[in-house]
């Protein structure tokens, strides 16, 4: 089983329906990220959930909601996406220290396609 | 905010040559990590520098960190096809009180054989 599980590894989905991307760690970690990675631009910070505090990019849109009910799950909730909103998405997580990120552990992504 | 920006963009390498990639910070590096990517997977860690002048190296990669430039090269020896992919830098943000990284736009590397 790997460190960090995404699911569903593919998603289409028409501008007006709600879906969910999962993420599920399974080392022990205390902070959770997710990140957008669109062609040609760099990976951009979307939400950080850290020792149950969240941290937020302010440009994100808010038809993207995410959800930390615990420390080994995250969720990204979808709701009235673009097509620019198609994506790879990446979850990560790490233990949380002082002076510094330290080492982010990435799943597979989530390839979201927005119709 | 923070920007890394990598050189070269891409790359195409015959087999066995050396290559260097750089990742230049906007602003002061507090810890440099180095990650590569296979197309539409997710990041795998290389290494992480934090010290300026650090020097790390696993099998053929050597990653270095010069703080003063706010600089770091990662250079492969004697690539392989095995080497191809998209290679990333990554810093902690000063943006987000260092609680996350921020990354650079990576440089796709081919290896022909």
């Known amino acids: 089983e790997t460190g960090v599980t995404q699911t569903p590894r593919h998603l289409v989905m028409g501008m007006t329906n709600k879906k969910s991307l999962k993420c599920e760690q399974h080392l022990g970690h205390n902070a959770m990220y997710w990140y957008k990675q669109s062609a040609k631009k760099p990976l951009e910070l979307m939400f950080v959930?850290?020792?149950?505090?969240?941290?937020e990019n302010n440009s994100v849109p808010s038809r993207f909601s995410p959800e930390c009910p615990n420390s080994s799950h995250l969720f990204l909730h979808l709701h009235t996406l673009q097509p620019e909103d198609s994506a790879l998405y990446l979850c990560?997580?790490?233990?949380?220290?002082?002076?510094?990120?330290?080492?982010?552990?990435f799943g597979e992504g989530s390839r979201l396609t927005v119709l | 905010s923070q920007e890394l920006e990598q050189s070269p963009q891409s790359l195409i390498v015959q087999e066995g040559k050396n290559l260097t990639i750089n990742c230049t910070s906007s602003?002061?590096?507090?810890?440099l990590y180095w990650y590569k990517q296979k197309y539409g997977e997710g990041l795998i860690f290389l290494m992480m520098?934090?010290?300026?002048?650090e020097e790390k190296s696993h099998e053929k990669i050597t990653a270095k960190l010069d703080e003063k430039k706010q600089q770091s090269s990662l250079h492969i020896t004697a690539s392989q096809p095995s080497h191809a992919g998209i290679y990333l830098c990554g810093a902690d943000g000063e943006d987000t009180g260092r609680r996350a990284l921020t990354f650079g736009s990576g440089t796709r590397l081919q290896v022909q054989p």
């Open positions: 990560a997580s790490s233990q949380d220290r002082t002076g510094g990120t330290g080492e982010l552990f």
């Open positions: 520098l934090q010290k300026g002048g």
């Open positions: 959930y850290s020792l149950e505090e969240r941290v």
């Open positions: 602003k002061t590096l507090y810890g």
